[in-house]
């Protein structure tokens, strides 16, 4: 039987909740993967797909950026990647007749996850100013569209370009190029709201804004701390590397506000004993901190480091690396010996043993890595939290040696790939003197908008024109009613996209979507089958191979897409042949090889078997590329977050079947939710000192200081073990929450991380739809 998009959208009426997980995998991953895929694609197609899933000659998965390891198992996938697949090679098709049936107004109230569930986009769609439905259009016509609204512009700055992960190094170094040739770095992307605190730290205090580890160091760690990630939903395939490094000897300690089960145990799915025997314990350490502690606890266990140091001199530090290679040591040094536990222990909720436990397993370990996610990035101070991490590393010298480093783990599969060819607001003169000289022009200098200015751009009518490369930035971003308002201000908004979701339903005054090739796709071009590239986590570049035929005739690939706007807009400007690019991808690659650094020899070095690593300073020969050309141990002042009596702190979180805003199915199994998504779960101590029952329907206030209280109406509060006082919901329908200028200081990363809540009884019922926002 043919699978069906559904007709009705879901409603929390029929939520159950069960007791979490205590491990990861084993067969359910299997199953929960498998059934889907050979239900919507049949057992061929899916043997067929399944079995190319980054393998060399294959396809690299849509999901996660988690490195490839050398030795490739048949099946080199997780769970979510096989959903991912499932996802992008459904035979669902969103037909004309679907466009006919209904209209953008009916569409506002379906989910994101009811919008996914309707195919794949199959030709080119077009809305016209004060047209409440999409008509097909046909593909020279669409350039048309978006060529003429570009160059009526008074300023390129009125252009923004927004580029999600998942869009490969070919499509985004085309993007970036066009949009400086038009004249501005308007080059918002889904890493300002991610990892965007990671690259302003690490920038400053080791010289790069990425890994400094390898694969192969997971294996040597000694020890491995991992903060603020769920690998076990996120990540799923690290699992694997956790293992390996547990049998190798490492000690693994979290840091987290709520026991994933990634991170207690994890079923190997690959092995006999994954399916027959007990699980794999993860976590030797398991610390539940506070929401918003994580920088008072690193400050307590540099301190005990230090302080250990000052009793055995000469046995703790390594100080030969600190004085060849560091500054400000002492003044970190000064800085920590004031810590006070009492604050600590207050901020992060963990006895000072707990904290003894963590610095003594630092301290007796030779090769430490830290690991991280958005469970540090997206608080008020997560540049200074990750400088912490970093100030911890220094002091051991666990930067620049096998199985030891920083590793923070990005969540989309090419997002790092994006930044490393240009798809960034304020990219440094040295890339943009390279591209001006290779492409013949002078790019623009300024800084341009990241994705919240650029929000905020659009509500003050500055931006005209909203291009969005992949994703789905209304689905993604904080203040979900100020970012839908400001988007319906513009003047035309283009999406390319495989699926529907949010930023189609929510328009521009004329908008267009383009129906893009998926990485499962093969993508011909006139000069034959082409591949594209992708970046990973620790900095390796490996080539991707289309494997099945486009869904319709009508799709095309994002670099084709790119291209043919590039020439409908600037022509033959400075002598791009941006029709020639479409036709053979090499030619992009050649130039990437004279821009971009580390990529010299594109060409060859991606036809590699497995491709090849860029350089990494820190990681290579311990060169660190800062103002003072020295890592830099810093100070960082503490700043306690606040929650008044009666308030809960919220984080938002992904379920285990979502990937960022993609709802592949309305359960959380780990967490032990199925058929519903509008939870919020909260200590049971909590609820019992609020006077709410376990199961309640309650409305979900968020206070700001300088701005109105905004709420969720008819959320289930669930028993759940956080820390006290912490509570967590699901992004992206706790996103509303947020205001647009709550954000991190530095990096404008949205803060979606310790928000102050507070829950009041709901007459609000089971919703249907999207949840009720005031």
């Given at each position: 039987?043919?699978?069906r998009?559904?007709r009705?959208?879901f ?5 159950e909740?069960?007791?979490?997980k ?11 993967s ?11 197609r ?8 980054n ?9 996660c ?20 697949v ?22 506002e ?18 809305k ?26 008074d300023?390129p ?17 085309l993007?970036?190029?066009f949009?400086?040739v038009?004249?501005?770095n ?26 400094t580890?390898?694969?192969?160091d ?7 701390i991992?903060?603020?990630q769920?690998p ?20 693994i300690?979290?840091?987290?506000p709520?026991?994933e089960?990634?991170?207690i ?5 690959q ?5 027959l ?11 539940k ?5 994580d ?16 009793l ?37 909720g ?12 630092y301290?007796s ?9 958005m ?14 991490i ?5 002091l051991?010298?666990n ?6 480093g ?6 989309h ?16 003169d ?47 971003i ?30 521009g ?12 796709e093969v993508d011909?071009q006139a ?33 084709a ?18 029709l ?32 090849f690593?860029l ?17 830099r141990?810093t ?15 919220l ?27 509008y939870?919020?779960?909260?200590h ?10 376990d ?10 200081r ?21 509570a967590a919901?699901?992004?992206p ?7 647009l200028?709550?954000?991190?200081l ?19 019922p089971a ?8």
């Amino acid at each position: 039987m043919s699978p069906r998009a559904p007709r009705d959208d879901f409603s929390d009426a029929d939520l159950e909740v069960s007791e979490p997980k205590r491990y990861a995998a084993g067969i359910g991953g299997v199953l929960h993967s498998m059934e889907p895929a050979i239900k919507q694609m049949g057992l061929a197609r899916t043997a067929k797909l399944m079995t190319k899933i980054n393998h060399r000659g294959g396809f690299d998965c849509m999901s996660c950026a988690w490195p490839d390891p050398d030795h490739r198992k048949i099946a080199e996938f997780c769970e979510n990647g096989g959903k991912a697949v499932t996802w992008e090679a459904t035979p669902l098709k969103v037909e004309r007749s679907f466009w006919r049936e209904h209209s953008l107004s009916s569409l506002e109230d379906r989910t994101e996850y009811w919008l996914g569930m309707q195919g794949r986009l199959v030709e080119p769609v077009y809305k016209a100013k004060g047209a409440d439905h999409y008509e097909p259009i046909d593909w020279e016509e669409a350039y048309r569209i978006v060529a003429e609204h570009l160059r009526a512009l008074d300023d390129p700055n009125e252009a923004a370009f927004y580029t999600s992960g998942r869009a490969s190094n070919e499509a985004a170094f085309l993007y970036q190029l066009f949009a400086r040739v038009l004249g501005t770095n308007n080059l918002p992307d889904c890493s300002n709201m991610c990892h965007e605190s990671t690259g302003t730290a690490m920038l400053q205090t080791v010289g790069i804004g990425k890994s400094t580890v390898s694969y192969s160091d997971f294996a040597q760690a000694d020890l491995i701390i991992i903060m603020g990630q769920n690998p076990g939903t996120n990540h799923p395939r690290m699992l694997t590397a956790l293992q390996e490094a547990k049998e190798n000897g490492a000690r693994i300690v979290a840091v987290n506000p709520l026991p994933e089960a990634g991170l207690i145990g994890y079923k190997d799915p690959q092995r006999i004993r994954g399916y027959l025997g007990k699980p794999t314990r993860i976590a030797d350490q398991f610390i539940k901190v506070r929401l918003g502690g994580d920088m008072a606890l690193l400050q307590a266990v540099s301190k005990r480091v230090l302080e250990a140091e000052r009793l055995n001199p000469g046995t703790v530090l390594d100080r030969e690396f600190i004085e060849r290679y560091c500054d400000g040591f002492e003044a970190f040094a000064e800085h920590v010996a004031r810590v006070d536990e009492r604050a600590v222990e207050q901020a992060t909720g963990v006895p000072a043993a707990e904290l003894d436990e963590l610095a003594e397993r630092y301290i007796s370990s030779d090769r430490v890595i830290v690991c991280w996610a958005m469970g540090i990035t997206q608080h008020r101070k997560a540049v200074d939290t990750i400088k912490e991490i970093i100030n911890l590393l220094l002091l051991r010298g666990n930067i620049g040696r096998p199985g030891a480093g920083a590793s923070p783990i990005r969540g989309h599969s090419n997002v790092q790939g994006d930044r490393t060819m240009g798809v960034w607001e304020q990219m440094p003169d040295s890339f943009l003197d390279a591209l001006g000289e290779e492409f013949g022009f002078e790019p623009p200098r300024d800084h341009g908008v990241d994705a919240v200015h650029g929000i905020r751009a659009l509500d003050e009518g500055r931006i005209k024109v909203w291009m969005g490369l992949g994703g789905n930035l209304l689905g993604a971003i904080s203040d979900t009613s100020l970012a839908e308002s400001a988007m319906r201000k513009t003047r035309l908004s283009v999406q390319l996209s495989t699926k529907l979701n949010r930023s189609h339903v929510v328009t521009g005054e004329e908008a267009l979507i383009l129906p893009v090739l998926g990485r499962t796709e093969v993508d011909m071009q006139a000069s034959g089958p082409q591949y594209v590239t992708v970046e990973d986590s620790v900095c390796a570049v490996h080539a991707s191979h289309g494997q099945i035929e486009p869904i319709s005739d009508r799709v095309r690939s994002e670099t084709a897409i790119v291209a043919g706007i590039g020439h409908a807009t600037l022509g033959d400007r400075h002598g791009i042949d941006w029709l020639g690019f479409a036709d053979d991808y090499d030619l992009i690659r050649d130039r990437i090889s004279r821009v971009v650094p580390g990529c010299e020899n594109y060409n060859e070095k991606t036809r590699r078997r497995d491709g090849f690593v860029l350089p990494n300073g820190p990681r290579d020969a311990r060169r660190f590329d800062t103002e003072t050309g020295r890592a830099r141990i810093t100070v960082n002042e503490l700043e306690p977050v606040e929650c008044p009596p009666g308030r809960l702190l919220l984080q938002t979180v992904r379920s285990h079947d979502q990937f960022n805003t993609t709802i592949y199915s309305l359960n959380d199994r780990y967490r032990g939710i199925k058929k519903g998504r509008y939870v919020i779960f909260v200590h049971p101590d909590d609820l019992e000192e609020l006077g709410i029952e376990d199961g309640q329907t309650v409305d979900v206030f968020s206070e700001w200081r300088d701005q109105p209280d905004r709420v969720l109406r008819g959320f289930r509060a669930v028993a759940f073990p956080t820390p006290r006082g912490c509570a967590a919901a699901y992004f992206p329908e706790a996103n509303v929450l947020v205001p647009l200028d709550s954000t991190a200081l530095e990096s404008n990363t949205p803060v979606s991380k310790a928000v102050v809540i507070r829950l009041e009884p709901s007459s609000a019922p089971a919703g249907v739809g999207r949840p009720a926002v005031v």
